[in-house]
Nanobody
């Protein structure tokens, strides 16, 4: 099992920045990729960004490309999502996810473990 705990959400004005953290514990060596997803009320959970442990490849949704950066700290077993130039439409609950597959999937069903989520609210 892998446990994921997100932190760093909050309220920020449009144009501001936040950094989300996802601390992983347990059988983290069994994971191949980490991802961030988000979900707004009444909407489907959507892909935001993903990171591969081997090779460090990344992938972003078009809506966040150029504004968000996913990164890792191997020593702390933590994955980060740096979010810059935030927009009101970025408001959502953000979830960290881990996949046992070494594949940067945008499909939430390809991820095996999930955190509890952290709320990000961007005011206009």
């Amino acid at each position: 099992q892998v446990q994921l705990v997100e932190s760093g959400g909050g309220l920020v004005q449009a144009g501001g920045s936040l950094r989300l953290s996802c601390a992983a514990s347990g059988r983290t060596f069994s994971t191949g990729a980490m991802g961030w997803f988000r979900q707004s009320p009444g909407e489907e959970r959507e892909f935001v960004a993903a990171f591969s442990w081997s090779g460090g490849s990344t992938r972003y949704s078009d809506s966040v490309k150029g504004r968000f950066t996913i990164s890792r700290d191997n020593v702390k077993n933590t994955v980060y999502l740096q979010m810059n130039t935030l927009k009101p439409e970025d408001t959502a609950v953000y979830y960290c996810a881990a996949s046992v597959r070494n594949h940067l999937s945008t499909n939430r069903y390809q991820y095996d473990y999930w955190g509890q989520g952290t709320q990000v609210t961007v005011s206009s």
